[in-house]
Each structure stands twice: as structure tokens, then as C-alpha cells.
């Protein structure tokens, strides 16, 4: 008996792409996470010390060798040793020296400079390397990092830190003692997920349902039902949301949703949904050029009218001046600068 020949579909397979808008904190921090900056390495020796005014961005440091105390006015000094990272979520103004007699300079960005090495601070007594930069994440913090506290610190020697985190950054201390090509670029990356598996750390611990809430906003993600509901919210803004439907999407009644989810993120179902929907217009005034009746209509809104008033009330101006005064300041940041 002859073999059949095999059957080929004809059909491509199609290899589809993942869509990050279900998750609420990729999608939060796809939109409001502009950039990723590094300073140049600081080398610093005793006695040395810097404090750095307020800056509506989160801050980062990780001592690659020696130690550093951090201040921050109405927290306890924290004590700083090689592989420890310590994030201020806020850009809450700080101290950052070698020892509470040192008198701190004040410091400031400088401009993008092109000569090669770290920068030397302080005089000659014990070293101190430092890996600091910063997220420039849009001005004020979306909701759901609102209620971070003003100080994350992490580390390798901490029994309870998680052992990714604690991997992340060896890789960032081994990237640091030993560069290599593009390493600026791997310390960045490595940089984003370190901020990330400190966000996730701090929604894991934030208390279970049904006890006091310790950081609102970020805590909701430890929530499988609110965290369902972000999703939705995240994934079909423009969706006519109330809040019972999104009750009985996870389960939920009317009253029992609403109050654990203005609990746990800090505000009302509809009024975060309002907030996002303008988050999102943004994103798109600033990165698309569809017009602003298409944005309007994208989000949720149905006529232009409607959506500038929302959009005055949660960004202070109308849509089309902040695309305008967005595409500004891009085309500053792309200016090339001496240094």
C-alpha cells in the first residue's frame, strides 16, 4: 500500500506578542518610568558626604565597596555596607556620608560629561565606591506608588530578602568590579529589575486582607482579587467601568470591592480609573501623533470637551499644551551637551 504524503499547512504560525497592559505594575511603569539615569561611578574617601535636595523622582544607591550612612530627616540613620541598595521612592531630600561628623556638600546634576572614569570625592582616608542614579518617573508618582514608603533598602546578607533579589545584585557588583562593553547599558537593566523586585517585595509584605494596610497603593498588588481588577482596568481603560460590573468580574459584591479596593490603593475604583485613563492619554499625547479627539476616544471619553476638563483636573493644562510642552523638553533632553 502506497504512503500517504503528509499533510503541510499551508497557514504561518503566528508567533503573538505579549501584552504587558494586564499587569498594573509593568503597565504603570511602562507609562510613568521616562528614563533610567546613572551618574558617573563616585569614588569616594573619608571624610566625604553629599546631600541632595528634593527631586520629584526615585533615587538609588548601591555600595560597591566600603560603607555609607544615609539620613533622611524623621527616619533612623541607616547603615550601609558593600552590596547593600537603598532606594528613596519619593526623591525625598537626603544625606549620604561616611560618618555623622562629616559635614555634607550640597550636590546637584551636572552635565553629560565625556571624559572617561568615576568621579573622586572626600579627602584620603577609607574608600567608598558608589553606584547611584536615579527614575525620572513623570513628575507625581502614579497611584500605586503614592504610598511607598521614603526608604527601600535591600540586601544580600538580609535573611529575608528573596534570593533573586539578592542575585540581582551580585550581578551589578560583578558588573561593576569587572566592565566590560555596553556595560553602562547592563548596569541600567540591571538597575530596572533591582527597582522592580523592590516594588514586588514591598506588595508581598504589605499586610494581608483584613489587617492594617502599610503601603497603600503598591499594596493592592498582594490582593489577588484587587490585582485582578488593576488588570482589567490596565488592559481596557476605555471600557465603560462601574464599579459593579468590576465586582462581579472578580467576584466581589458592589460594597465589598469598593471598600477594599479604595483600602488598599487609596482611592475609589472610579476615581483611579479616571486617573489612569488621563495617565494613559498622556502617554499617548507624548509618544503617538494621533489627534486628540482619537486619544479622547481611546480612553474611554466621548467628546474632546469632556476629556480636556478631565485632563486639566489631573494634569493642570489642556492636552494639546502638554504635547506641546512634552515635545520640548524630549527634544532639550536630545541636545547634545558639553562637559
Same mark, same amino acid.
Given at each position: ?10 497557514? /504561518? ?36 558626604? $553629599? #546631600? ?22 524623621? &527616619? ?29 556638600? =550640597? ?7 565625556? &571624559? ?86 514591598? %506588595? %508581598?509584605?504589605?499586610? /494581608? ?9 503598591? %499594596?493592592?498588588?498582594?490582593? @489577588?482579587?484587587? #490585582? ?10 476605555? =471600557? ?26 487609596? +482611592?475609589?475604583?472610579? +476615581?483611579?480609573? @479616571? ?5 494613559? @492619554? ?24 469632556? $476629556? ?5 483636573? $489631573? ?7 502638554? #504635547? ?8 532639550? =533632553? ?6
Amino acid at each position: 500500500m502506497p504512503r500517504r504524503p503528509n499533510k503541510v499547512s499551508v497557514r /504561518p504560525l503566528e508567533l503573538d506578542f505579549e501584552d504587558p497592559r494586564g499587569d498594573a505594575l509593568a503597565d504603570v511603569l511602562g507609562v510613568s518610568l521616562l528614563r533610567n539615569v546613572l551618574y558617573k561611578r563616585i569614588e569616594a574617601r573619608a571624610p566625604w558626604g $553629599f #546631600r541632595l535636595r528634593a527631586h520629584e523622582r526615585a533615587i538609588f544607591y548601591l555600595i560597591a565597596r566600603g560603607a555609607a550612612r544615609l539620613e533622611v530627616d524623621g &527616619e533612623q540613620p541607616i547603615e550601609l555596607s558593600v552590596g547593600d541598595a537603598a532606594f528613596l521612592p519619593h526623591g525625598t531630600e537626603h544625606v549620604l556620608r561616611d560618618a555623622a561628623t562629616t559635614l555634607p556638600l =550640597d550636590a546637584h546634576d551636572g552635565s553629560r560629561c565625556t &571624559e572617561p572614569g568615576p568621579r573622586h570625592i572626600g579627602g584620603t582616608g577609607a574608600p567608598t565606591s558608589l553606584i547611584t542614579g536615579f527614575f525620572d518617573l513623570g513628575g507625581r508618582p502614579p497611584s500605586l506608588l503614592s504610598g511607598l514608603p521614603r526608604v527601600v533598602t535591600l540586601s544580600p546578607n538580609d535573611r529575608t530578602t528573596a534570593p533573586w533579589v539578592a542575585a540581582t545584585l551580585q550581578l551589578l557588583l560583578a558588573e561593576a568590579a569587572q566592565p566590560g562593553p555596553a556595560s553602562l547599558l547592563v548596569l541600567q537593566r540591571l538597575a530596572d529589575v533591582l527597582f522592580i523586585q523592590a516594588l514586588r517585595s514591598l %506588595a %508581598a509584605n504589605s499586610g /494581608p486582607p483584613g489587617h492594617e494596610c502599610k503601603h497603600r497603593g503598591i %499594596a493592592a498588588l498582594g490582593d @489577588a482579587s484587587i #490585582r485582578e481588577a488593576l488588570g482589567l482596568i490596565h488592559q481596557r481603560p476605555g =471600557d465603560p467601568w462601574t464599579v459593579a460590573s468590576l465586582g462581579a468580574r472578580v467576584g466581589l459584591s458592589r460594597s465589598t470591592f469598593a471598600a477594599r479596593f479604595t483600602d488598599l490603593v487609596g +482611592e475609589p475604583p472610579l +476615581e483611579y480609573i @479616571a486617573r489612569w485613563r488621563i495617565t494613559r @492619554a498622556a502617554e499617548f499625547l507624548r509618544d503617538t501623533d494621533h489627534s486628540i479627539d482619537e486619544i479622547a476616544a481611546r480612553v474611554g471619553y466621548e467628546s474632546v470637551p469632556s $476629556f480636556s476638563r478631565a485632563f486639566m483636573r $489631573f494634569r493642570g493644562e489642556r492636552p494639546g499644551s502638554y #504635547r506641546k510642552s512634552e515635545r520640548e523638553r524630549v527634544r532639550l =533632553d536630545n541636545e547634545p551637551t558639553s562637559g
